[in-house]
Nanobody
Framework: QVQLLESGGGSVHTGGSLRLSCVLS????????MGWFRQTPGKQREGVAA??????YTADPVKGRFTITRDNVKNTLDLYMNNLKPEDTAKYYC????????????????????WGQGTQVTVSS
């Protein structure tokens, strides 16, 4: 089994920064692709960023502001969030997958098998 645990959420003002972290544990460590998703009440969960080996993928709304990294030694996934905007307010989820996936599908929720419980990010104007 794969377990995911997020941390690092909080409240910041517009223009602030946060670092989200996710710890992965379980049988599969190295051959797992991982990503960050976010969801606002009343809206669909959307992909934010993903990483597979050395390839990274970021959604258009966060390009240039968010950076995803993975530490295979510590088995952690991070999301560095800079220049935060109120529209970034959401509950952020760490996700992992171990099945076949196309690059074009890396930011699709259906590509992932395992999910964390989420961490709230609130950005005030």
């Amino acid at each position: 089994q794969v377990q995911l645990l997020e941390s690092g959420g909080g409240s910041v003002h517009t223009g602030g920064s946060l670092r989200l972290s996710c710890v992965l544990s379980g049988d599969t460590i190295s051959n797992v692709y991982m990503g960050w998703f976010r969801q606002t009440p009343g809206k669909q969960r959307e992909g934010v960023a993903a990483i597979y080996v050395v390839r990274t993928y970021t959604a258009d709304p966060v390009k240039g502001r968010f950076t995803i990294t993975r530490d295979n030694v510590k088995n952690t996934l991070d999301l560095y969030m800079n220049n935060l905007k109120p529209e970034d307010t959401a509950k952020y989820y760490c996700a992992a997958g171990d099945g076949p996936v196309a690059r074009r599908d890396m930011l699709f929720e259906s590509s992932y098998n395992y999910w964390g419980q989420g961490t709230q990010v609130t950005v005030s104007s």
